[in-house]
């Protein structure tokens, strides 16, 4: 006999996971199938052991531009230490703490490996291949997160490649390394190594680093990554890889070719949805699912089908993920509620260094929407907030405003520390504050934060 729930989530991850406490908060029953590890991708294998990777680096830089501080940093990084910490922040890739959350909202876990079978019924497959048959009273969840993609390059199936799980998480610093694609992860992934000791190769198609965001950002950390010694080739696509013992060698358009150790591919992400069963249901499987403003999946008679995270291409961020966790969720529960801050206002860092924080849309995007833009830009580094972090205080900061509505539609903030002076720019998207009212909105002196003074200064007001 079947299992009944109110919901099934398919998926533990981050929007996974929020989605059943979210439902479980407002009196609805849950269960979890998960799998892999409770916290999914961002926990184990992305965002926290990434930015463990990456905070040693950081601290060094920060220190080496204080003047009276710089002799005293003698050395280098303690790699065993720097790894160490790596696998801490990802629990050691235990998720008994999530686990335990879970618990705690009393929402059900079943680990293994769940498919749907028709209309808000779904079987789930337990490790030790126990079958249970579930159905859903209100709704079923699709949250499986994506994968690596790995693009079709000749050889490159048998050039032994590391997708973005394997190079966050390996043991050992490549002696040298090789990364396909200046995205986030490419260019995240070649500073942490560097500053670990590999010698970093990042080659790119496109004309500059961070193709989806303003050129200056990319142009910023190129000349950063310069500095300390990443090569960076842009403009130039992989055409076949090869394997040789200890060396792979990637091939070039232009004729050259590269090679290191370890191939790195990072060109982007593909929807985790061959193996959850929504041809069942009319859907394609490998596809990612189309949802509209409530994360329910079009096509699909009903309405009791969701898809949440990255499995929907809304936005591949984390923090996304989570959001329409809690609109989906609030959606079951009978609420008047429509997801818009991921189309509107997703704000997203790379946290290089220097770090680059950008929200909303670039001037590129802007335009093609029709907005009569005008764009302001004022040095990262020039305010008294700046001057105390040390010399050398490199950047730039760049607003998209919409003129008719004298609104500020996108934001760029590249230079140390950009991450965490990020959430003002949102702030004044979502809540659509005109130029005007934000005059009133004073910054704190000496701050970094009084670059936006000389934003509105600059925009004349």
């Known amino acids: 006999m079947a299992e009944e729930f109110d919901v099934i989530v398919i998926g533990g991850g981050a929007a996974g996971e929020n989605l059943a406490g979210r439902v479980q908060d407002g009196g609805l029953t849950s269960v979890v199938i998960e799998s892999e590890l409770v916290g999914g991708e961002c926990s184990y294998w992305a965002c926290m052991p990434s930015k463990a990777l990456l905070r040693p680096g950081e601290a060094l830089a920060v220190a080496r531009r204080v003047p009276s501080i710089r002799d005293a940093v003698t050395g280098g990084i303690d790699v065993e230490k720097a790894l160490s910490g790596r696998n801490a922040f990802a629990s050691n890739w235990d998720d008994s703490g999530q686990e335990q959350w879970l618990a705690s909202v009393n929402a059900t876990l079943i680990r293994g490996v769940g498919k749907i079978t028709g209309e808000k019924a779904v079987t789930a497959i337990e490790k030790d291949g126990t079958v249970r048959e579930l159905v859903a009273r209100k709704a079923v969840v699709v949250a499986t997160g994506s994968a690596s993609f790995m693009p079709p390059i000749d050889g490159l199936a048998d050039a032994a490649a590391w997708d973005s799980r394997k190079i966050v998480t390996s043991p050992t610093v490549p002696e040298r390394l090789l990364i396909l694609g200046g995205g986030v992860v490419g260019i995240e992934m070649a500073q942490a190594w560097?500053?670990?000791?590999?010698?970093?190769?990042?080659?790119?198609?496109?004309?500059?680093?961070?193709?989806?965001?303003?050129?200056?950002?990319?142009?910023?950390?190129?000349?950063?990554?310069?500095?300390?010694?990443?090569?960076?080739?842009?403009?130039?696509?992989?055409?076949?890889?090869?394997?040789?013992?200890?060396?792979?060698?990637?091939?070039?358009?232009?004729?050259?070719?590269?090679?290191?150790?370890?191939?790195v591919v990072a060109v982007g992400r593909t929807p985790n949805t061959s193996e959850v069963g929504i041809e069942s249901v009319g859907l394609e499987a490998g596809k990612f699912i189309d949802v509209n403003d409530q994360l329910v999946a079009t096509g699909v008679a009903g309405g009791w089908l969701y898809a949440i995270g990255d499995v929907n291409r809304r936005n591949l961020v984390t923090h996304m993920g989570k959001y329409q966790a809690r609109i989906a969720g609030d959606h079951i529960l009978g609420k008047d509620v429509s997801a818009w801050g991921d189309n509107v206002a997703s704000p997203r860092v790379v946290f290089t260094d220097p770090q680059v924080a950008s929200v909303g849309m670039t001037e590129k995007i802007a335009r093609e929407k029709g907005i009569n833009v005008r764009v302001v830009t004022w040095p990262y580094g020039a305010s008294g907030g700046a001057a105390t972090m040390g010399e050398g205080i490199d950047g730039t900061c760049i607003w998209v405003v919409d003129e008719d509505k004298r609104v500020l539609v996108g934001a760029t903030f590249v230079g140390p520390g950009a991450g965490e002076l990020l959430h003002a720019a949102t702030i004044a998207i979502v809540g659509q504050v005109t130029l005007d009212t934000l005059w009133h909105a004073v910054p704190a002196f000496p701050t970094v934060s009084e670059f936006w003074l000389r934003f509105l200064e600059s925009y004349g007001l």
């Not at 970093?200 to 965001?213: A, K, N, R, S, W």
């Open 194 to 263: 560097n500053s670990l000791g590999s010698d970093v190769t990042v080659i790119e198609m496109q004309d500059g680093l961070l193709p989806l965001e303003e050129p200056a950002a990319g142009e910023f950390v190129a000349k950063a990554f310069e500095e300390k010694g990443i090569k960076v080739l842009t403009g130039k696509r992989v055409t076949a890889a090869s394997r040789n013992g200890a060396e792979v060698t990637v091939s070039l358009d232009d004729g050259g070719s590269v090679t290191g150790t370890e191939l």
